[in-house]
């Protein structure tokens, strides 16, 4: 591998980790520009929002509740406890799939008439096809082989406690499960970094 690739594969596994640290930034960005215009409000009338418009509400509705699902720690930081008893799948075959999902949400953006929208859809249009334009490149360099960074991994799940509800005795069972289950998600991201370091792709030391 030239050291013009390795150095451009570490720079976007690093930007690809912050996207996943922060998976919630982007997509809730769009949400939040969504409900400005009435995703959370009463339905608009038909003359009030263009169907280019509503097509784009759905498909960011529907890829926010499947990042939502794919990543529960993501989930219960930002507030959606639906998958607060869950881990991330992050095993080889997971993240494939999950790959080719990003790459039909950014063929279903792609179909929606960009001329037709304005405003605040406009902003969101343009947030949604960067944030799985970044996602699917991160996927194409190979980022998923460091899936630790000095500042989130697996030695920093003893700061889920920080994010997580406890009200409830289901809340409880929640956070007893994902003790009782961290073994398959932990042997994953180790399998990921040993592929990571048979292929030269690790962090570097001094950021560790």
């Not at 594969?9 to 009435?38: E, F, H, P, Q």
């Not at 082989?145 to 697996?154: D, H, N, R």
Request: aromatic share 8%; net charge neutral.
């Amino acid at each position: 591998m030239s050291p013009e690739r390795a150095i451009s594969r570490r720079a976007i596994a690093r930007r690809g980790n912050s996207l996943k640290t922060r998976a919630i930034l982007g997509m809730s960005c769009a949400i939040v520009l969504l409900g400005r215009t009435g995703w959370t409000q009463a339905a608009p009338s038909a003359q009030s929002r263009t169907p280019a418009a509503s097509q784009l509400q759905h498909l960011v509705a529907t890829q926010w509740q499947r990042e939502m699902r794919e990543n529960p720690l993501e989930a219960s930081a930002d507030g959606f406890h639906a998958y607060d008893g869950l881990w991330p799948d992050v095993s080889l075959t997971t993240l494939a799939r999950e790959h080719q999902e990003d790459i039909q949400a950014l063929q279903d953006v792609a179909a929606i008439p960009r001329a037709s929208l304005s405003g605040e859809d406009l902003i969101t249009y343009e947030l949604f096809d960067y944030r799985y334009r970044m996602r699917i490149r991160s996927y194409e360099l190979e980022s998923y082989l460091m899936p630790l960074t000095e500042l989130s991994g697996i030695q920093t799940a003893g700061n889920l406690t920080h994010t997580l509800r406890f009200r409830n005795e289901a809340d409880y069972r929640n956070f007893v499960h994902r003790l009782r289950t961290f073994r398959p998600y932990m042997d994953e991201t180790v399998a990921l970094l040993k592929q990571g370091v048979s292929q030269g792709m690790t962090e570097p030391r001094v950021v560790m």
